[in-house]
């Protein structure tokens, strides 16, 4: 399968590695002489200072920017209801997304959470932004206990939608997996997608150079 130039990045729930994926593989295409920018509609938790895109930036030096940001640590619709926050319309970021695509080969979307949190008012969703770019998407899961099931609601639900699918990321491999971590990777892999690869879950803590070095062995099923 060849790389969509707009490629969207959701997870079968939150914390399961979406942006170090989404960093590496902005990692991997940039090795490929590929342009690539990043884009996150909604940045939630940054509170802190911290966010996705400056962590992506950090790590792979290709340019990444939220559409909006958000304090709370929580769905972006009850964070911009704490912040008092309005949130863009789903047709806003598909714009901007559209931009970013004119001056890239790949434009990277990093979702909120999964696949069906809402992203605006209007109940707009990952899913329906995938649908108005007809872009393709990367499905990042956790390797533990209860991610066969979580991984196949989420692919039964882009499927249902007719939205396609690159593959399945591990986004967080333990340094020292046991058998259930061994028995998922190995189903994942029967999978009617492609299971792209594993990030090693120190993955971010890793320096920039070694992180770009280490991408492309992990993300070893991406296509050309």
């Not at 806003?92 to 080969?105: P, Q, T, V, Y």
């Not at 990321?169 to 892999?189: F, T």
Request: hydrophobic fraction near 45%.
């Amino acid at each position: 399968m060849s790389l969509s130039p707009v490629i969207l990045v959701t997870g079968t729930d939150t914390g399961v590695g979406k942006t170090i994926t989404t960093a590496a593989l902005a990692a991997v295409l940039h090795g490929m002489g590929r342009s690539v920018a990043v884009y996150k509609p909604c940045q939630s938790g940054a509170a802190d200072g911290d966010s996705d895109a400056s962590e992506i930036v950090r790590l792979t030096g290709v340019s990444a920017e939220a559409g909006v940001v958000l304090q709370e640590p929580l769905a972006p619709v009850a964070a911009a209801a704490i912040d008092g926050t309005p949130l863009p319309a789903l047709a806003s970021h598909a714009e901007r997304i559209r931009e970013l695509a004119e001056a890239h080969d790949h434009v990277l979307v990093e979702g909120a959470g999964g696949l069906l949190v809402e992203l605006d008012s209007d109940g707009g969703t990952l899913a329906d932004l995938g649908s108005l770019l007809a872009a393709a998407f990367v499905l990042v899961a956790r390797p533990g206990l209860g991610t066969l099931n979580h991984t196949a609601l989420t692919l039964e639900a882009l499927s249902s939608r007719g939205l396609d699918v690159l593959g399945v990321v591990l986004g967080s491999w333990p340094v020292s997996p046991d058998a259930v971590h061994h028995s998922n990777r190995q189903v994942l892999g029967t999978l009617r997608v492609p299971l792209l690869g594993a990030l090693p879950e120190q993955a971010s803590e890793l320096s920039p150079a070694d992180f770009r070095a280490g991408a492309a062995a992990w993300l070893h099923g991406v296509p050309a």
